[in-house]
């Protein structure tokens, strides 16, 4: 195991350690959590840091790719982290599937001290940074052991220290303890929806999620990106109800479903105006994060209300 200590992340560790107390005198991640608490020198300093979450096959991959090009547009430095096993968040960036840090690390027999950064870190699309956390075989590990050993490569080899943003894309609308890992090390979640029955009520159990770990960790809701719908008034409504927002809407597009056949990302789609409205919401979206957004403090419905409330009369 590597037990180096970079000079530079000496003081930063210790501060984590510091606000690793104060959270233990705090409890633990909402009532009831059995959640392992974030290794507090493995916290990610310098960078803006933004987890994707939503329902499954809502577009998290999609956006997270795409918002990530879109910061490198405005002359960000960009890391891209997949958090699914199935490995494909970066695709459209890479045009190919990366190997994951657990594979890596597999090679290796788990030393990871034997690796270097570009056995696991891929440049993509206009400089973008890609890496694929991977995850445990089907049915057995936690996803929160994959997130923790990818971050804890990215800062043995100080690759977050020339980083502006990082962006978890996060497995569908999984919250238990492996996959909301990432939202111990975000500044800000996002959550992205459709205007429908099924994407609102995965949003608001994601929402819950997030509340829980804002009492023990710095990550605050950001707000909403529709996606894949021609109208947001059903979104609006429940952000409206419980304290959301909506930063950003994607349209029920063609060309995205095409640029995702293409292995592209739409900034390399070329410049049609329905692909050129896309881009600029992108653009105006990675403009709105990083100048900074509201820390929404929303409050989840119980699950009979939302299902009560969402639909026309």
Same mark, same amino acid.
């Given at each position: 195991?590597?037990?180096?200590?970079?000079?530079?992340?000496?003081?930063?560790?210790?501060?984590?350690?510091?606000?690793?107390?104060?959270?233990?005198?705090?409890?633990?991640?909402?009532?009831?959590?059995?959640?392992?608490?974030?290794?507090?020198?493995?916290?990610?300093?310098?960078?803006?840091?933004?987890?994707?979450?939503?329902?499954?096959?809502?577009?998290?991959?999609?956006?997270?790719?795409?918002?990530?090009?879109?910061?490198? =547009?405005?002359?960000?430095?960009?890391?891209?982290?997949?958090?699914?096993?199935?490995?494909?968040?970066?695709?459209?960036?890479?045009?190919?599937?990366?190997?994951?840090?657990?594979?890596?690390?597999?090679?290796?027999?788990?030393?990871?001290?034997?690796?270097?950064?570009?056995?696991?870190?891929?440049?993509?699309?206009?400089?973008?940074?890609?890496?694929?956390?991977?995850?445990?075989?089907?049915?057995?590990?936690?996803?929160?052991?994959?997130?923790?050993?990818?971050?804890?490569?990215? =800062?043995?080899?100080?690759?977050?220290?020339?980083?502006?943003?990082?962006?978890?894309?996060?497995?569908?609308?999984?919250?238990?303890?492996?996959?909301?890992?990432?939202?111990?090390?975000?500044?800000?979640?996002?959550?992205?929806?459709?205007?429908?029955?099924?994407?609102?009520?995965?949003?608001?159990?994601?929402?819950?999620?997030?509340?829980?770990?804002?009492?023990?960790?710095?990550?605050?809701?950001?707000?909403?990106?529709?996606?894949?719908?021609?109208?947001?008034?059903?979104?609006?409504?429940?952000?409206?109800?419980?304290?959301?927002?909506?930063?950003?809407?994607?349209?029920?597009?063609?060309?995205?479903?095409?640029?995702?056949?293409?292995?592209?990302?739409?900034?390399?789609?070329?410049?049609?105006?329905?692909?050129?409205?896309?881009?600029?919401?992108?653009?105006?979206?990675?403009?709105?994060?990083?100048?900074?957004?509201?820390?929404? =403090?929303?409050?989840?419905? =119980?699950?009979?209300?939302?299902?009560?409330?969402?639909?026309?009369?």
């Amino acid at each position: 195991m590597n037990v180096f200590t970079h000079p530079k992340t000496a003081e930063r560790d210790a501060r984590a350690l510091a606000k690793a107390a104060g959270r233990a005198e705090k409890g633990e991640d909402g009532e009831g959590s059995v959640q392992v608490h974030l290794d507090p020198t493995m916290e990610i300093d310098g960078a803006k840091v933004f987890a994707i979450y939503g329902k499954g096959g809502i577009g998290k991959s999609t956006t997270s790719s795409n918002l990530s090009v879109a910061f490198s =547009k405005i002359g960000k430095r960009v890391l891209q982290i997949g958090c699914d096993p199935k490995h494909d968040s970066t695709f459209t960036l890479t045009k190919s599937l990366i190997p994951t840090v657990i594979d890596i690390l597999e090679e290796v027999d788990f030393h990871p001290e034997e690796l270097r950064p570009e056995d696991f870190v891929f440049e993509g699309y206009n400089g973008v940074q890609c890496v694929e956390a991977g995850g445990p075989p089907a049915g057995t590990g936690c996803g929160g052991y994959v997130v923790g050993q990818t971050v804890k490569l990215l =800062k043995e080899h100080h690759l977050l220290e020339d980083t502006d943003v990082v962006i978890f894309d996060v497995l569908g609308d999984v919250v238990c303890g492996g996959f909301a890992s990432p939202l111990q090390h975000a500044e800000r979640a996002l959550v992205v929806a459709a205007n429908d029955f099924d994407s609102i009520f995965a949003m608001n159990r994601i929402v819950a999620a997030i509340k829980a770990k804002s009492k023990n960790y710095d990550v605050r809701l950001g707000g909403v990106i529709a996606n894949r719908s021609r109208e947001t008034d059903q979104i609006d409504r429940y952000n409206d109800a419980i304290g959301l927002k909506r930063l950003a809407h994607i349209p029920d597009s063609d060309e995205v479903r095409k640029s995702r056949l293409k292995k592209s990302t739409l900034f390399e789609m070329g410049d049609h105006p329905e692909i050129k409205a896309i881009q600029d919401e992108y653009l105006q979206l990675a403009e709105q994060l990083w100048a900074g957004t509201d820390e929404l =403090k929303a409050e989840p419905m =119980k699950d009979r209300d939302i299902f009560d409330f969402l639909g026309f009369d």
